[in-house]
């Protein structure tokens, strides 16, 4: 099966019902909080859409049709990565999606032209729960390396690493 063509536009109001729907996946759900209600998703998201956090949101697009959501933000500071490195964040919604390759595909995308190509960063860093093998596994084939392993409450988290001069291998 050839895969859809990857691409990403703004995050907008409108998408914040089909975002509570995403959440509510089970597939996202584990490792993700699920938002109780939609005015709880545009309290948290709005900002972020409107500028008034330094997190970009955007809608993931296959075929031009939105089948998830990533974030780009500053990379924490715990992590000295320097200021040329940011963070990112996505979940993809569609579980027909899930487990067909289209991982990788989506974070290099992502990372290429949004993180290094439109903003400019050298490090992009990503710290999926140890226990998501699948989207540790998609953050490796997309040149992802580990730089360490980070504990946050009673979880493990792997501070993953893909600096812009890092060929993709997969």
């Known amino acids: 099966m050839p895969h859809p063509s990857i691409s990403f536009r703004s995050f907008r109001k409108d998408d914040f019902p089909q975002l509570l729907t995403w959440f509510r996946a089970p597939h996202v759900a584990q490792w993700w909080p699920v938002p109780e209600s939609d005015a709880v998703v545009a309290e948290k998201y709005l900002p972020r859409i409107r500028g008034e956090e330094d997190i970009n949101m955007f809608a993931i697009l296959a075929e031009k049709i939105p089948v998830g959501m990533a974030q780009i933000g500053p990379a924490d500071d715990q992590y000295a990565a320097g ?6 964040d996505l979940l993809i919604g569609d579980i027909k999606l899930i487990s067909v390759g289209l991982g990788p595909l989506i974070i290099d995308a992502l990372v290429l032209t949004e993180v290094f190509e ?26 992802f390396a580990l730089r360490q392993r980070v504990q946050k409450e009673s ?9 812009q001069s890092t060929p993709v291998t997969s």
Request: hydrophobic share 35%; aromatic share 8%; charged share 25%.
């Open 155 to 163: 979880q493990t988290f792997l501070l993953l690493a893909r600096s």
């Open 83 to 88: 200021h040329r490195a940011c963070s990112i």
């Open 118 to 143: 439109h903003r400019n960063y050298s490090v992009c860093l990503a710290d999926p729960q140890e226990e998501n093998r699948r989207s540790v596994r998609a953050f490796e084939k997309a040149g």
